[in-house]
């Protein structure tokens, strides 16, 4: 008895031009900082449809937006911050 095929329902990685992320990214209300994003890029589903936003800025932040099928969306806002210790 064979198995029935599965249709794939991965996700594709791309680099995305910042033109067309950072619109869906201000409809989302993501908080930008001024400037380019250091590096933008999204996965797509089979129809080539963004389902996923994740930019990265020079001054840390990061922006990440997740968008379902049905349109709703949720979406993460974070910072990397650097602690060193000083010695007194």
């Known amino acids: 008895m064979s198995r029935p095929q599965r249709k794939k329902r991965g996700?594709?990685?791309?680099?995305?031009?910042?033109?067309?992320?950072?619109?869906?990214?201000?409809?989302?209300?993501?908080?930008l900082p001024d400037g380019e994003p250091e590096i933008i890029y999204g996965y797509l589903?089979?129809?080539?449809?963004?389902?996923?936003?994740?930019?990265?800025?020079p001054d840390g932040w990061r922006a990440d937006l997740r968008i379902r099928v049905d349109g709703s969306f949720s979406l993460t806002q974070s910072i990397k911050i650097r602690v060193t210790a000083h010695e007194q």
């Open 11 to 31: 996700l594709r990685k791309v680099q995305l031009v910042p033109a067309r992320a950072i619109p869906l990214l201000k409809e989302a209300g993501v908080v």
């Open 45 to 57: 589903d089979r129809s080539g449809g963004p389902r996923r936003i994740i930019a990265r800025y």
